[in-house]
Structures are given as structure tokens and as C-alpha cells.
């Protein structure tokens, strides 16, 4: 294994040192991208219709075999429902959520106050575009040529690496499965397990195309080579991205809570480190830690703590031997403060456990990515709708079995299937006077009354048989982008029931 | 509860999180379990801690974290419930110290045990002045990314040893 490359600087630039570069993406153009176009890190600015995304997804190879492994995961993580003790800690944890959002911006103001006294440098950024501005601000201020970064969800709502890429600034996800999904120009397929799609087989072969040679492919070697590869960047890298987990008004301690260790040299190694956090990641004190950190941890992967809790204060005082020189916190809105105000407020509540994901019979079966936004699963068709920029994914909601299993396996007690049944109402009424409307209340018109009901029974029998399978894929026009991943019933014994049910009733 | 129960809770839970506890009679057969925990190998000391006070002289210190074998660390508390440690950072006690070497061994007086992780929690608050920060560690660092396979030792630590002994408060 070399370790980081020296890269002489171009003759344009004379007096510049030679700078690192990255390790761990050496041979990242050797990768051949076989991903489809909506599992992008970069989601497109138009995405196909869900229809089309998800009947493309159920053929991918692989889909079944991830249905399978989340299966299993789902009944270790949620057969029996909550223990007496953690349901208690579920109680108290969603009543502390609650809350911090009944005064977010007064626990915005306080967390915004202490972390300036501990020498933290606080920045407000309503839009992602603004969020990318100041970090690739920060970045330029200080010369910045190599980033490690460590898990953030937020992050991937501003498409952060990408621009950072665009400015010259190489960004190294370092989470395993992050690094994974980055190799492969993917985004994370699911909030907590960004790789839980791929097989060991998968990653074992895009690490060989990554290193151009064989490699031993059990999972301990695969991540073996990540870390051998990681470890030049964390100690080479001059500034680390971080998301947070718990931010605490009361003293400014911004927690991350990891398993692989990470975080933690993101946020100790490079002379700079950034941390990244949608507004309501705060809470009312560092005391919740104590509810929040064992609730969310049992929530996404069944332990009691994960192996490492990062609490920062601020960056490194004098007489401190490590730690970062400057600590910045970028407190990103994206449409939250119009969230908490109205209607689905709770929404906000979510610790970002991933659990309502793995309980979901639909996101099971499609998996992450063909929900085509940032958040997959449950979370994600309640709140892409719901965040200023993502508005393209409000039809997200019908994305949804309406089993109510993500209510039961969420920690925080958020109302997710009455909110995605809202959220389908709002787009109904949204999308008032397309023609599709239009059919759904002639339909409704017609089955007022029994007569009209009879006649559409006996309409589709007799029509049942004389229409080919074929004929949705022919439809003309905008009907077609309707017809794509539909299927005709079956009409032949249309209104069957009805005449059995007749010829029996008692005259 | 007593220390003793204490001890053996905390003992189980880090089992459990695939840490290894050492039971010494007292400190200076503590420290010399640290010396033979690190054999030959390089180390990287924190030596503002009161615990780890002496065992300088006893090991092959190397100043840059990246270039050690091995990390020795004192706590602020350990917790029996969950096998965690905490470490607030200071002079003299660093966040590579348990971090960047492939071993992490700490040394762990029964005085500073604690029943539950909420106490770690009010430790932490109780602090004055606040530290620049703590870590919270719970065994070896591990990671489920690959097909959910457990994987050990990924970018923290793949090792956690910690050497307990009494400090003249065993009842
Ligand atoms: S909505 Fe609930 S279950 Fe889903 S990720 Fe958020 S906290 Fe977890």
C-alpha cells in the first residue's frame, strides 16, 4: 500500500509546496460506473416518474438479495417491540424532541450563544446553496486542498461534494459505507448503513477495480484495505466535515455517536474541522444525552451505546498538544423553519435512526435509492416533500403500504403513516384539475348509485377479454408516463361476487 | 451497590463489547500490567493523567501518536452498565492518545466506576471549566457495513484493555 501520493504542483502556480493528495481515492477513475442514473450521488435536477424508478429498481440484480438481508435485519431489529426499559427511554425521548420544538429557535439562540463562547464559529445558512458557500468560503480562507469527512445527511441534501470537487478540493467520505457508495458514485441507500445494498461480492470487486489488482475478499480484508487506505488521508487531510447527531443548548457540546471511530479523527486530526447540522439536531441539554444517545443507538443497530460518543466543546485551547485550530458549525434551514410551524412539525423530531426504513415492507422491497431523493424509506417520503428544495419528490407519500409498521419501530413516536396519508391530500389537492382527477371523480360519480356500479361491473367483463396486455404500453401520449409500471387487473369475473352472493341471499 | 458489583457489571458489559478487563491487587501491579501489555512495543502516553503518573519511565515513548503501537490513557469514569469509558481532554491528555494507535489500554482505578451511563453524562456536566471535549468509548471500534458482517479494529482502536485495580476503598 503507498502511502499519499506527492503530486507536484502544476508550473502555473510556482511557489505553492507539493500538496497530498488523497490515498484513498487512488484509482478512483479506474472504477467503471454501472449504477442507474436515479442511484446517483448526485440526484438529477429532473427525476423520472417513481413509477418508472421503482419497476427498474425491482429489475436490478441484487434488489432480491437486499430484500432478504433487511428482512432479516428487520425481525433482529424489531420482532418483540421495545423492552419495558427502552419503551421508558422511547417516552421520555420523544417528549424531549417535542420539547425542543416547541421553542426551536429560543434553543437555537442559547446552543448559538455557548458555542460562541467555547470558541466555536457559528454560521446560519437558510438555503444549501448558502451552506456550500460558507463551507467552500472556509475552505478557500485557509488553503484547503484535501477534506475527510465523516457521516452527514445534511450534507447530501447541498450535494456538498460535488461542489467542493468543482472548487478543487478533493473530499474523502471515510465512514466505511460512505467510502463505499463513494467509490461507486452512488448516494447512501439508507441513513445509518449507506452500503446495506451491496453485497460483499459487490464491494470486494469495486475495491479490486480500485486497487487494479486481487484482493482477499473476506469482509475483515475489505475493510482491511479501506482503512489501510483511510488512515494516510485522516492524518494528511487539512480540514474535516463532520454531520452531529445532539447539539446542547444549554452547554454548546455537539455529540456524534459512531461505531468505526471516524468521526472522532475528523474531528482530532486536520487543523480545521467543520461540523454540519440541520437546525433541529439541537436539544434542550447535555443531560438528554442520556435518554437520546442509548434510545437512538437501540433504535439503529440494537446496542446498548455504539462503541464512540464525541462531544465537542470547541477547538483546541492553549496548552492542548491535538485538536482542531478552528471549530465551525454550519446550522443548515433548507425549509425547516416553515416546517416547524405548520402541521407536520414532529417531523423534526426524528433522531435519524434509520428505523423506520428497515421496518418498511416498501422500502425493503425497492430499497433507498428508488425513492430517488436524499431520504429513502418512511423519513424520507414524509420529509423530501416537506424541505425547500426537494419539492420534485411530493409524490413521495404514495410511496407507502400504509402498514403503520414505521410508527411502531420509530423512537421518537413521529405519526409517520398520518402524515404520509396528509401529505398524499396535499398533493391531490395540489394537483386539482388534471384530467387524472377528473377520472378518480367520475369513477366516484358513477358508483354513487348501484345502477352505475352494475354497469361498470358488467362494462369490464365484457371488455376484460378483448383487451390485449399490451394495450397500457401503447397508449398514446401522457398516458403512457401514467401506464409505466402499471399492470390491467384481471376484469373476466368482474362482479362475480355480487351475482353468488345474489343467487344465495334468502328471497 | 457496592465497588464489587460495580466491578462485575462493568467487567460483563465489556466483555460483551469485546473489551478485555484486567483485575490487579493495587496500583503498582496495575502498572506493571500496562508494561506488559505493551511488551516491546511503542507508546504514546498520556501523561497528565494522575493514574498513569510513573509508568513514563517504564515504556518506549514515541512523542507522534501515528508512529505508536500502543495508547495508554487514564478515564474521568468508567460505567458498569454499558463497558464505556470516558475521557475529557486537556493538557497532557490528547484525543490521538486513545485513537490513532491499534491499542488502546487504560488504566482504571474501582474509585472511578459509576453505575450508569447518565452518570458518565453528569461527570461530563460536572466539569468546571468545561474540557474542549470528551470521547466515550465502549470496546474495540467495529463496523457491520460490509453485508452486516462485524468487522473490528476499522478505524479506531481493534484492541481495548483496561487494567482495574483498588485504590484502598474496597468494600
Ligand atoms: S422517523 Fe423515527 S424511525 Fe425514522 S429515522 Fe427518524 S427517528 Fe428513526
Known amino acids: ?507 | 451497590m457496592t465497588r464489587i458489583d460495580l466491578l462485575a457489571r462493568f467487567c460483563a458489559a465489556l466483555a460483551a463489547s469485546d473489551g478485555v478487563a484486567y483485575i490487579c491487587a493495587d496500583r503498582a501491579e496495575a502498572h506493571d500490567s500496562v508494561v506488559a501489555l505493551c511488551a516491546d512495543g511503542t507508546v504514546t502516553l498520556d501523561e497528565g493523567h494522575p493514574d498513569t503518573a510513573g509508568l513514563s519511565d517504564r515504556l518506549r515513548l514515541v512523542d507522534d501518536p501515528w508512529d505508536a503501537d500502543v495508547g495508554v490513557t487514564g478515564v474521568d469514569v468508567a460505567v458498569a452498565e454499558t463497558g464505556t469509558l470516558a475521557l475529557s481532554w486537556g493538557p497532557g491528555r490528547r484525543r490521538s492518545t486513545p485513537l490513532v494507535p491499534p491499542v488502546h489500554v487504560a488504566v482504571v482505578p474501582l474509585s472511578r466506576l459509576v453505575a450508569t451511563y447518565a452518570d458518565a453524562i453528569d461527570a461530563l456536566a460536572a466539569l468546571d471549566p468545561p474540557p474542549t471535549g470528551a470521547q466515550f468509548v465502549t470496546g474495540p471500534s467495529r463496523s457491520g457495513d460490509i453485508e452486516m458482517n462485524l468487522v473490528k479494529g476499522v478505524h479506531g482502536p481493534g484492541q481495548v484493555h483496561v487494567v482495574l485495580y483498588p485504590a484502598g476503598e474496597i468494600r
Open chain 1, 1 to 507: 500500500m503507498p502511502d499519499a501520493a506527492e503530486v507536484p504542483t502544476p508550473e502555473s502556480s510556482p511557489p505553492t509546496p507539493p500538496r497530498r493528495r488523497s490515498t484513498a481515492l487512488l484509482g478512483r477513475e479506474r472504477v467503471v460506473v454501472t449504477r442507474p442514473d436515479w442511484a446517483a450521488a448526485t440526484i438529477p435536477a429532473h427525476r423520472k416518474p417513481l413509477p418508472i424508478i421503482t419497476r427498474a429498481a425491482l429489475d436490478q440484480p441484487g434488489t432480491a438479495a437486499t430484500h432478504t438481508r433487511l428482512s432479516g435485519k428487520n425481525r433482529e431489529q424489531n420482532d418483540g417491540g421495545w423492552p419495558p426499559e427502552i419503551a421508558a427511554l422511547r417516552e421520555r425521548g420523544a417528549e424531549i424532541r417535542r420539547e425542543t420544538l416547541r421553542d426551536l429557535e429560543g434553543h437555537l439562540a442559547a446552543l448559538t450563544a455557548k458555542a460562541e463562547a467555547n470558541g466555536v464559529v457559528v454560521h446560519r445558512a437558510a438555503t444549501p446553496d448558502d451552506a456550500v458557500g460558507i463551507i467552500t468560503g472556509i475552505a478557500r480562507a485557509n488553503d484547503v486542498r484535501l477534506v475527510v469527512k465523516s457521516k452527514s445527511m445534511a450534507t447530501e441534501e447541498m450535494h456538498l461534494n460535488a461542489h467542493l470537487e468543482e472548487n478543487g478540493i478533493e473530499v474523502v467520505e471515510t465512514d466505511l459505507g460512505e467510502y463505499i457508495v463513494q467509490v461507486a458514485d452512488e448516494r447512501p441507500s439508507h441513513i445509518v448503513g449507506p452500503a446495506l445494498h451491496k453485497s460483499k461480492a459487490e464491494v470486494g470487486a469495486l475495491f479490486e477495480e480500485l486497487a487494479a489488482e486481487r484482493l482477499p475478499q473476506e469482509a475483515e480484508d475489505l475493510a482491511a484495505f479501506a482503512r489501510t487506505r483511510l488512515r494516510a488521508d485522516f492524518h494528511h487531510a487539512d480540514m474535516g466535515i463532520s454531520g452531529v447527531n445532539f447539539a446542547a443548548a444549554d452547554t454548546g457540546t455537539l455529540t456524534l455517536v459512531t461505531n468505526e471511530g471516524n468521526a472522532d479523527m475528523v474531528t482530532s486530526q486536520p487543523r480545521i474541522h467543520v461540523a454540519v447540522m440541520p437546525m433541529e439536531k439541537v436539544i434542550p441539554r447535555l443531560r438528554d444525552l442520556a435518554v437520546l444517545v442509548p434510545l437512538l443507538c437501540y433504535a439503529a443497530t440494537k446496542q446498548k451505546v455504539t462503541v464512540y460518543q464525541t462531544m465537542l466543546n470547541g477547538p483546541r485551547r492553549d496548552g492542548e498538544p491535538d485538536g482542531p485550530e478552528q471549530l465551525h458549525l454550519v446550522i443548515l434551514d433548507n425549509g425547516r423553519s416553515s416546517i416547524v410551524e405548520g402541521r407536520y412539525r414532529e417531523v423534526l423530531a426524528c433522531i435519524r435512526c434509520g428505523n423506520c426504513q428497515i421496518a418498511c415492507p416498501v422500502y425493503r422491497t425497492v430499497g433507498g435509492h428508488a425513492y430517488g431523493s436524499v431520504y429513502g424509506g418512511p423519513i424520507g417520503a414524509v420529509l423530501t416533500p416537506l424541505l425547500a428544495n426537494t419539492k420534485q419528490g411530493r409524490d413521495l407519500p404514495f410511496l407507502s403500504s400504509l402498514c403503520g409498521a414505521c410508527f411502531d419501530a420509530c423512537p421518537v413516536k413521529i405519526p409517520l403513516p398520518d402524515m404520509l396519508v396528509d401529505l398524499r391530500a396535499d398533493y391531490e389537492a395540489a394537483t386539482r384539475g388534471r384530467p387524472r382527477r377528473w377520472l378518480w371523480r367520475l369513477w366516484a360519480k358513477a358508483w354513487d348509485s348501484p345502477r352505475g356500479y352494475r354497469l361498470t361491473m358488467t362494462a369490464a367483463r365484457l371488455a376484460g377479454p378483448l383487451l390485449p396486455r399490451a394495450v397500457l404500453r401503447r397508449l398514446p401520449g401522457p398516458g403512457r408516463g401514467w401506464a409505466a409500471g402499471r399492470a390491467l387487473p384481471a376484469t373476466r369475473d368482474a362482479g362475480a361476487f355480487r351475482a353468488w352472493f345474489t343467487d344465495r341471499r334468502p328471497r
